[in-house]
């Protein structure tokens, strides 16, 4: 459990210690403060049962519970009372017991008529239910025995771990809470539903064979793997592959997501690696499925401080089930991960998982084939061509090519229409890529100069050679940016010349470099330009060995190809190379930045006249498409980059 969780937990147990102890023990309501008048008319109505008196003071327990004031009554206060005082006098209360005293001018003629009323004359005061010590024992005792028996469970836990059986029985804090999908799960998923990922699947076909006819694969030998990674970027379809295994095996399969292992209490998370496995080996033939392995594979010695042993424990216990059984049960592990570079060695070697299924992003083809599977339920309009989105989505994954239909379904909703068209697919692509358009009310001024910005991007977009082709541009604030100019290249690309990241870093500097042309001064507009133009430089430098100064050696450590992260394996800080090649570094990332700069103003300059152009364009139409840039400007689209070997 997370600190945050535990806290609750205890705040719970409190309240609810608080209604038992309330429900059994209702409180009595504190006694009233009767005058003696009052207190006369009840002996003589018969009401007073008891009196218990210490010099002129008189506690008393009523037959029937009175309200005292009676509401709506003013009482007579003493001079000097405050205002919150007397408001408190006039509070109404009801209780069973009194509070009065005694004028010092009563006499001996009170006992006779206590007595003639039958009030019994008591020796020890009447209201001893409300000392407080009992209240508090009463209060607290049972939330001390609960803290009690959670420390005692949290220690049991941290030292024992496998003794959880008899607990858990009644806890099942250590069991694992796998979820079981069977062949007859509600929504079953199959083949059928995965689309694009073509060689991923059909690995897991062979899996699914074998569990299904072990004996075909034995005959000669062969043992099954045992262990099965999927490897692959945000939303690729690995979860959803694993489930379309469940769907086709016809085996039970076991699903879990690794973060679910990590638990506050030390030791859960190794019971529940436990009980998986036990439950599978009840079933085999079976699957395993560990989802987000990375949460709990992550390398020994190398997990923030706190998290560390619970997730060795839980991470050791995997790689001992696994080496524990010998592949003929029939038990495959599946697993996830996006970060396949920080799992821990130990879990890839043989015997473990050391097949591995790479799950890339959809091409061209298989992004159609994509939409094809999650359009099926939605009617889609005669000029909607699958196949013409699948082009102008590149680099999407499958769960963001759902999510684009769904938009479109949307907005198509949203419009009152039968059936989706391919506009509200346009639409819900640039909603998606670009953000969706902000309410932002700028003067004539700022949108001048966002128009000349966006203007700049674009003309560098036609007239740079190896450019992506410029779809729009926009000074609809869109998003987190004022504007956009949105470039995409015509297909999937895999490897990018060096001429085309400078074209790129060229394009990236065009709104600062054409606002410095036309006003003369800096804005802060260009700061998401800036980074970016900068950290492309940074890389081409230091990962791909495009500087002649530095050559080809690795500078920085290698980025997760699936999440776009880095980090030099271990500690953060220490760069393994000098302060002389730091400085380097830096001194030829400035250079390429300043070299596209300076290109970048050279075109524009010699472009003025088309610049002004497409701003005059932009602040008439707000949004322009390819071919409305390609008519205000009057330039043709960007040339190809050479591709002819150099030589001959
Ligand atoms: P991952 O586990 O790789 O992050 P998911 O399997 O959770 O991705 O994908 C999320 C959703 O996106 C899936 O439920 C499915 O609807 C859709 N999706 C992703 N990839 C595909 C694909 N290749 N074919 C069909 N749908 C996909
Ligand atoms: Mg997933
Ligand atoms: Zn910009």
Known sequence: MPPSRTWLFFALMLLANYLIMRTLFPPTGESIALPYTAFRDEVA???VEAIYNQGQAIEGRLRKAITWPIPG???PAPPGTSKAEQRLREEPRTSDTFTTVLPTFVGAGLEQFLIDHKVEISAVSIQTGSNPLVTLLFGFGPAILFIAFYVWLFRRAQQGMGGMGGLGGIMGIGQSRARRYDQESTQKVTFDDVAGIDEAENELIEIVDFLKDPAKYQRLGGTAPKGVLLVGAPGTGKTLLARAVAGEAGVPFFSMSASEFVEMIVGVGAARVRDLFKQARDNAPAIIFIDELDAIGRARGQVAIGGASEQEQTLNQILT??????????????????????????????GRFDRHVVVNLPDR??????????????????DVVLGEIAAATPGLSGADLKNLVNEAALLAARREVDAVRAKDFTDALEKIVLGPERPLILSDADRERIAYHEGGHAILGLVVPGADPVHRVTIVPRGRALGVTYQRPDDDRYNYPEAYLRAKIVGMLGGRVAEEIVYGTRTTGAENDIEQATQLARSMVTRWGMSERLGAV???PRQNAYLGAAGWGGMAAERPYSEETAKAIDG?????LAESSAEATRLLRE???????????????????????LAATGLPPAPALPTRPIGR
Do not use: C, W, Y
């Open 45 to 47: 109505k018969g009401n």
């Open 73 to 75: 009554e003013t009482v």
């Open 321 to 350: 089930e696994m080496d524990g059984f010998s592949g003929r049960e029939g038990i495959i592990v599946l697993a996830a991960t996006n970060q396949p570079d920080v799992l821990d060695k130990a879990l890839l070697r043989p």
């Open 365 to 382: 083809k298989g992004r159609e084939a994509i939409l094809k599977v999650h359009t099926r339920a939605v009617p889609l309009a005669a």
């Open 554 to 556: 690795q500078l920085a």
């Open 588 to 592: 030829e990332v400035s250079r390429i």
């Open 607 to 629: 472009h003025r006249r088309e610049l002004a152009a497409l701003a005059a364009a932009l602040l008439q139409h707000e949004t322009l498409d390819e071919r409305e840039i």
